[in-house]
């Protein structure tokens, strides 16, 4: 059984992310085989927040080079959350 935290990895802390928090929508960076429901119970377990919608992206790694050699970096999933209406706002991002 896996545990809120294995499934939330850590927010997005990004100009357009702050910008979004302040309507209501977090960002965070989730484990790469998570679906919207478990990041829905883990967000509001950690947290205690209500939650109307869960938006989930896959990020692919980029290309990088280091001279001659061609590698990429490590692909990741993204959700953007948005909160019920009702529900009060996360700490967290408030500090920021």
Known sequence: MRTPYDVIIKP??????MDDAAGGKYTF?????????????????I???DIKKVNIM???????????????TSASKKAIVIL???SKEIEFFQGL
Not at 12 to 17: H, P
Not at 30 to 39: H, Q
Not at 58 to 72: A, D, H, Q, T
């Open 58 to 72: 896959n990020v692919r790694g980029k290309l990088k080079r280091m001279g001659k050699n061609v590698g990429r």
């Open 29 to 45: 960076k989730v484990a790469t085989d998570a679906n919207k429901t478990e990041v829905k119970h883990a967000l509001e377990e």
């Open 47 to 49: 947290f205690g927040i």
């Open 84 to 86: 019920a209406p009702n």
């Open 12 to 17: 997005v802390v990004t100009e357009r992310s």
